[in-house]
């Protein structure tokens, strides 16, 4: 899940040049009534909810849809989502990348039905375990594993992992970045400043004096940052895709590897959003040699787990450092961590699922759609651009694609999403509530696409002026 600070509604940014924004508001009011008038089982179970549940749902990201109330989902299958109202949307959001291949893959179903019967957790090692070990180790050229309940908390193990075989305390984002919630990456630029983000609640700590901030795509700010020594890891994707989706800038790659290197610094690559690139990984296709991986949410199907791999030294200098500490808890993984059904899941997931041929539907289909919102965008003479990383697609407005966390920060814009969004919900479609993002799945249909492009058309002529 992903969310990130938004600045204040302001009707004169440059994102809603072209927009008729008293018809936008009228637009967003009626939309509201149609979500209230359409889903009152949604609305009695919001109620019912907010008796018990904090923000009356599970987790309070689920209200950042932009609804009157949280939309209540009784089915979830494929590429449709049905809600406790009887409606089926088509998914685009597929839990924010947690079922990107889709809600409840066959293979993946059989897996947890057959496990299930033989058992949920342990705290043992299992025959699926080694064999997502080694169809980890063949996917992504990193040698040894371990594993997690989300990619947070892979993020964290191994940030503290390096810390250990590194003696270095601090590691090293760019700003905007996305790593979970890991405390150690809520640090910004603001004004080239590094400043712990207001709106990490009960942090205690200074994250300033051990996390360092830079800039995506500069590699002068990142050669500064790595010269004093005393950075154990950069922690990065190699994509931004949490603020929008920032793409590196041609050879960006290539020389902070050389810098990151020089410096004695190790790369981890956090691939949770952008294996929607391949099966391998936007590292793996793109030469990026890291000495760690971190995928999370996609990797089981959408069972809760997550892995983080290590190159041979890396796990050398892990174990030797955990041969050398005291005895006792080292304070990385927890009791559920590899349980029998996760394992089950990924197995599956890694041989029948996150396949060549799955991306080979995706990513042609994810080309189609990415073109289809750029003319739907010019049709209503919006300077809007469009970005796509794979299976992985976003509108942003503004007419060139933002450079670093900076720039695609400064474009975002609340209002209109939830107004957007809200719009898309209501004519049958679903897209991630952060920002623009959408994501096509090995079930996704060319229909489910021309069905999305034609809810945006007609959202977008409801808010664009009148011809």
């Known amino acids: 899940m992903d969310g990130n600070s938004i600045l204040p509604s302001d009707e004169h940014r440059p994102g809603r040049a072209g927009l008729d924004w008293d018809r936008a508001q009228a637009f967003l009011a009626r939309e509201r009534e149609t979500y209230t008038r359409e889903n009152p089982r949604s609305a009695a179970l919001s109620a019912e909810a907010g008796r018990h549940l904090l923000f009356g749902v599970p987790l309070h990201w689920m209200n950042d849809w932009g609804t009157p109330f949280a939309l209540h989902v009784a089915q979830a299958r494929g590429t449709r989502v049905t809600d406790v109202d009887g409606h089926e949307r088509i998914d685009f959001c597929l839990g ?67 810390r250990a075989a590194t003696g270095r305390r601090k590691i090293l984002v760019f700003n905007g970045c996305y790593h979970g919630t890991i405390e150690d990456v809520f640090v910004d630029l603001v004004d080239g400043r590094p400043v712990q983000r207001e709106s990490l609640l009960g942090q205690v700590h200074d994250l300033t004096a ?30 931004m895709t949490n603020i929008g989706m920032v793409l590196p800038e041609p050879g960006f790659w290539s020389r902070a590897q050389d810098i990151i290197r020089r410096h004695g610094t190790l790369l981890v690559m956090d691939e949770t959003h952008t294996i929607s690139t391949g099966p391998g990984g936007y590292a793996r296709a793109h030469g990026i040699e890291a000495d760690a991986f971190v995928l999370g949410k996609p990797v089981g199907g959408g069972v809760p787990c997550a892995v983080y791999g290590m190159s041979a030294d890396l796990a050398a200098r892990a174990v030797r450092a955990k041969q050398e500490a005291p005895p006792g808890h080292s304070g990385i993984g927890t009791t559920l961590t590899g349980n029998m059904l996760a394992m089950a899941a990924m197995r599956a997931t890694l041989e029948e699922v996150m396949t060549q041929a799955a991306y080979a ?73 952060f920002h623009n993002m959408m994501l096509v799945s090995p079930v996704t249909t060319g229909g489910d696409v021309d069905r999305l492009l034609a809810a945006l058309d007609a959202v977008l002529a409801e808010i664009t002026p009148r011809c």
């Open 361 to 433: 539907h995706m990513l042609p289909l994810a080309e189609r759609l990415a073109e289809g919102i750029r003319e739907v965008i010019a049709r209503h003479g919006l300077a809007w651009c469009v970005t796509q990383v794979g299976a992985r697609v976003e509108f942003q407005f503004c007419a060139q694609p933002p450079a670093n966390g900076t720039q695609a920060g400064a474009v975002l814009d609340a209002e209109l999403e939830h107004l957007i969004h809200l719009g898309l919900l209501n004519r049958g479609v679903l897209i991630t509530p």
């Open 210 to 239: 051990h996390t360092v901030v830079v800039e995506f795509n500069d590699l002068p700010a990142l050669e500064a940052a790595l010269r004093g020594g005393d950075v154990a890891c950069v922690l990065a994707e190699p994509v």
């Open 96 to 162: 924010d990348t947690g079922a990107m291949f889709g809600h409840s893959p066959p293979a993946v179903s059989r897996a947890l039905r057959h496990q299930a019967d033989r058992g949920y957790t342990a705290m043992l090692a299992t025959a699926d375990a080694a064999e997502v070990g080694r169809l980890l180790a063949g996917r992504f050229g990193l040698p040894f594993w371990q594993f997690a309940m989300s990619a947070t908390d892979a993020n964290r193990y191994i940030v503290r992992w390096i």
